[in-house]
T-cell receptor, first 117, second 111 residues
Framework: NAGVMQNPRHLVRRRGQEARLRCSPM?????VYWYRQLPEEGLKFMVY????????ESGMPKERFSAEFPKEGPSILRIQQVVRGDSAAYFC???????????????FGEGSRLTVL | ELKVEQNPLFLSMQEGKNYTIYCNYS?????LYWYRQDPGKSLESLFV?????AVKQEGRLMASLDTKARLSTLHITAAVHDLSATYFC???????????FGAGTILRVKS
């Protein structure tokens, strides 16, 4: 998992504020996944992006959440008007391959832990 | 929709004992992963299993895959305290593009 950089590692927000989480994939990787982990639970898929494209956003809540992966710079997961239920660890993972082809696997970052007061 | 179930969800073991964690999944898949997570940390890849009958071993951990039964096992041999962690299996749906995770098994090895 070395190489996928996420920041901030810890973020505290009050209800109603915005949270922005950043993810820089491993060098050479152009595919980024975001997962959310609630306390004592497994990881839930949120969104899969390729540079400048959203491939699969079936796990994203319909409101307040958005993600992008611009041509230059990190991928960003944005949560508007945060609520206490958004408190979780948000993990980014990257892959060099489309559709995890072959023996492709995901490499995870250290996570960003969001606490909403 | 692909569903992945692990059991047990919590496992307390004595050092030196053997045990198996099970991972069942609901639809056809062409690969399965096992990850380890320490508290407050990221996920460490343990095994990638690609075909029916695949078996991989690393130290005291051995993983196997039966695609016909849609079942993978993670066997722990002679557990040691350092193996205490949460273990996740994750499955990629055939022709799919994302990992679907099980709920995780919290393993505690007692000295």
């Amino acid at each position: 998992n070395a190489g996928v950089m996420q920041n901030p590692r810890h973020l505290v927000r009050r209800r109603g504020q915005e949270a922005r989480l950043r993810c820089s994939p491993m060098k050479g990787h152009s595919h980024v996944y975001w997962y959310r982990q609630l306390p004592e639970e497994g990881l839930k898929f949120m969104v899969y992006l390729q540079k400048e494209n959203i491939i699969d956003e079936s796990g994203m809540p319909k409101e307040r959440f958005s993600a992008e992966f611009p041509k230059e710079g990190p991928s960003i997961l944005r949560i508007q008007q945060v609520v206490r239920g958004d408190s979780a660890a948000y993990f980014c993972a990257s892959s060099p391959l489309l559709r995890l082809a072959g023996i492709g696997e995901l490499f995870f970052g250290e996570g960003s832990r969001l606490t909403v007061l | 929709e692909l569903k992945v179930e692990q059991n047990p969800l919590f496992l307390s073991m004595q050092e030196g004992k053997n045990y198996t964690i099970y991972c069942n999944y609901s639809t056809t898949s062409d690969r399965l992963y096992w990850y380890r997570q320490d508290p407050g940390k990221s996920l460490e890849s343990l095994f990638v299993l690609l075909s029916n009958g695949a078996v991989k071993q690393e130290g005291r951990l051995m993983a196997s895959l039966d695609t016909k039964a849609r079942l993978s096992t993670l066997h722990i041999t002679a557990a040691v305290h350092d193996l205490s962690a949460t273990y996740f299996c994750a499955v990629v749906e055939e022709y799919g593009n994302k990992l679907v995770f099980g709920a995780g098994t919290i393993l505690r090895v007692k000295s």
